[in-house]
């Protein structure tokens, strides 16, 4: 279900509900709106292409970069996906709080939407992966 313009789209990920804007923000987020507007311009979706930005006050900003790395198949239960990968990393440090994470997304041109997703963690936590979800 998508509401137009601000690209909005309530799904359900593994039986959870979830609003998400662009298929890659939360909704929730705190710079949703600025966020939107930086990686909307990934759109139309190209291999190779990327970019860099920061969000958040000047004094403690979030570092950004977001890339179309590469073309790759996803199966689901409801059927085969092409898909393109799009990873988007956040780098952060706040009174000795660290943000350093990757998200990768499954996105399929053919639903609009994506199909698979998942998230790890970078300085402190390794490199373990932490989720690694597929949309119902």
Known sequence: MRDGAPMHCVSKVNGVETDTILHVISARDEH???LR???GKIWPLTVGYSRAFYVGLPQDPIANHIAVTRKAGVDTPVGHF???VIEWSRFAVDCGAI???VNRYYYAPTLAATVKYEHEYGYGYGDKKISDKTAD
């Open 82 to 84: 092409d898909t393109y």
């Open 32 to 34: 949703a709106d600025q």
């Open 37 to 39: 507007d930086e990686i």
């Open 99 to 101: 943000l350093d994470e």
